[in-house]
């Protein structure tokens, strides 16, 4: 079931998530825009239109060091 919804969303440069716990749902998230996101200790950057599907309680985080657009759900 989907509990939350966001399309076309923007955020300004400097954004930032940061969930050392996760969220406690399942979390969709596509980013129209390029981020650098931490996978398993790792950052790295996406291409615009990158997609990541993240279980409940897995860590979080993503940045962006410019003006940002996403897509997500939860």
Not at 49 to 65: D, L, N, R, V
Request: a positive charge.
């Amino acid at each position: 079931m989907i509990t939350k919804i966001r399309h076309d969303w923007p955020e300004k440069a400097g954004f930032f998530i940061s969930r050392p716990n996760g969220a406690k749902d399942y979390t969709f998230l596509h980013f129209i825009t390029s981020v650098q996101i931490n996978l398993g200790g790792k950052t790295v950057t996406t291409t615009p239109g990158a997609c990541i599907f993240y279980k409940p309680s897995t860590p979080q985080w993503f940045y962006s060091e410019n003006d940002m657009v996403h897509n997500w759900m939860h």
